[in-house]
Nanobody, 124 residues
Framework: QVQLVESGGGLVQAGGSMRLSCTAS????????MSWFRQAPGKEREFVAG????????LYGDSVKGRFTISRDSAKHTVHLQMNTLKPEDTAVYYC?????????????????WGQGTLVTVSS
């Protein structure tokens, strides 16, 4: 099991940018598939973006394609989520998740390890 710690949330105006980071405590980080999910008040948890443990290929949810970018810094055991052109509907708690398989899944049940979440608020 790996511990995940998110950072970088906060308040931003619509149209602005923000970068979230997720740092893993241990393990063969470069082999983990890492993903970001988010949960807005009153809504189900939603897949945002993932990066494959096999080849670092990314996958994005439809609502963030073209605006968000996920990347991995294996030397620092960290995954970043660069969020641009933010919208009020991006407001949510963002969670980092990991699993040891090579496939990025939209299904949160695939992921064995989760961070505590970081709140992103986008004001209009």
């Amino acid at each position: 099991q790996v511990q995940l710690v998110e950072s970088g949330g906060g308040l931003v105006q619509a149209g602005g940018s923000m970068r979230l980071s997720c740092t893993a405590s241990k393990g063969t980080f470069s082999l983990y598939t890492m993903s970001w999910f988010r949960q807005a008040p009153g809504k189900e948890r939603e897949f945002v973006a993932g990066i494959s443990g096999s080849d670092d290929s990314p996958l994005y949810g439809d609502s963030v394609k073209g605006r968000f970018t996920i990347s991995r810094d294996s030397a620092k055991h960290t995954v970043h989520l660069q969020m641009n052109t933010l919208k009020p509907e991006d407001t949510a708690v963002y969670y980092c998740a990991a699993h040891t398989g090579q496939t990025i899944s939209y299904n949160e049940n695939f992921y064995s390890d989760w961070g505590q979440g970081t709140l992103v608020t986008v004001s209009s």
